[in-house]
T-cell receptor, first 111, second 110 residues
Framework: DAGITQSPRYKITETGRQVTLMCHQTWSHSYMFWYRQDLGHGLRLIYY???????DKGEVPDGYVVSRSKTENFPLTLESATRSQTSVYFC??????????FGDGTRLSIL | EDQVTQSPEALRLQEGESSSLNCSYT??????LFWYRQDPGKGPEFLFT???AGEEKEKERLKATLTKKESFLHITAPKPEDSATYLC???????????FGQGTRLTINP
């Protein structure tokens, strides 16, 4: 089915561990985005990508790493997870002048 | 710096009771104001894009309007299935990023 899928949907890990959240879209959209959503802060942009091998920081990039070797995939890695990174993470994609379309999120808990 | 403020934070209505949600924004060169609906446990779902003051868009019981400083999401004769969090976001000229407000949590009681 066409769309944007995130995996896993739920993840529990420990502080200091590395964890990677996956995002895959089937629309061949140029742009992809990673947001985190927290109570009191709304949706905040972590990183985004305009095309394969082109990425840029958003509002809250510290502690996160992204890559985009293929247009359809945009993984987000927490290199050494901290409790403050407990959140719900959303991936989105869009064409250059279009609206962003979101996945259903990954709920990440860091103990 | 782009800013988006939504009000109220939460709104509870009876079924059939019409109302409006507000989105005030500050942006340098608006290149789109976006409305999304978000259900619990789901990602935001796109509703509307507005580009210029005076523009209006409608979908079922929802109508979005835009002025130079704010947007309204009017909901007419709402039903319980309209219960959700409604998010507003802006994009400024030359950027692809969206800046989101914190949302309005709407509850429609039967």
């Amino acid at each position: 089915d066409a769309g944007i899928t995130q995996s896993p949907r739920y993840k529990i890990t420990e502080t200091g561990r590395q964890v990677t959240l996956m995002c895959h879209q089937t629309w061949s959209h140029s742009y992809m985005f990673w947001y985190r959503q927290d109570l009191g802060h709304g949706l905040r942009l972590i990183y985004y990508s305009a095309a394969a091998d082109i990425t840029d920081k958003g509002e809250v990039p510290d502690g996160y790493v992204v890559s985009r070797s293929k247009t359809e995939n945009f993984p987000l890695t927490l290199e050494s997870a901290t409790r403050s990174q407990t959140s719900v993470y959303f991936c989105a994609s869009s064409e250059s002048e279009g609206s962003q379309h979101f996945g259903d999120g990954t709920r990440l808990s860091i103990l | 710096e782009d800013q988006v403020t939504q009000s109220p934070e939460a709104l509870r209505l009876q079924e059939g009771e019409s109302s409006s949600l507000n989105c005030s924004y500050t942006v340098s060169g608006l290149r789109g104001l976006f409305w999304y609906r978000q259900d619990p446990g789901k990602g935001p779902e796109f509703l509307f894009t507005l580009y210029s003051a005076g523009e209006e868009k409608e979908k079922e019981r929802l109508k979005a309007t835009l002025t130079k400083k704010e947007s309204f999401l009017h909901i007419t004769a709402p039903k319980p299935e309209d219960s959700a969090t409604y998010l507003c976001a802006v994009r400024h000229q030359g950027a692809q990023k969206l800046v989101f407000g914190q949302g309005t949590r709407l509850t429609i009681n039967p």
